[in-house]
């Protein structure tokens, strides 16, 4: 079955890095586009960071750019989030979605 397996959060400081992992198994990863999503407490779902399947093209929300970057890599089926500079605003459960399921998310508090 299709499984996405998000590690890498925990608590930072503002200034802070973070690099979310998610592994992925039971479908063709090479082939599949993929994304992060975060959620915040009270808020809605929001989109992060997309990148196509060979990582050629990648595209994030205006407030991340230049400071997170999205990567995969393909032989070993894990998608990466690296985030720096992190702010409080960032605070969110942390989510990758691909071939139409999403993870169980990973949680990111940024906070000193």
């Known amino acids: 079955q299709v499984q996405l397996v998000e590690s890498g959060g925990g608590l930072v400081q503002p200034g802070g890095s973070l690099r979310l992992s998610c592994v992925v198994s039971g479908f063709t990863f090479s082939r599949s586009p993929m994304s992060w999503y975060r959620q915040a407490p009270g808020k809605e779902r929001e989109f992060v960071a997309r990148?196509?399947?060979?990582?050629?093209?990648?595209n994030y929300r205006d407030s991340v750019k230049d400071r997170f970057t999205i990567s995969r890599d393909n032989a070993k089926n894990t998608l990466y989030l690296q985030m720096n500079s992190l702010k409080p605003e960032d605070t969110a459960i942390y989510y990758c979605?691909?071939?139409?399921?999403w993870g169980q998310g990973t949680q990111v508090t940024v906070s000193s």
């Open positions: 979605l691909g071939y139409g399921s």
């Open positions: 990148i196509t399947s060979t990582g050629a093209n990648t």
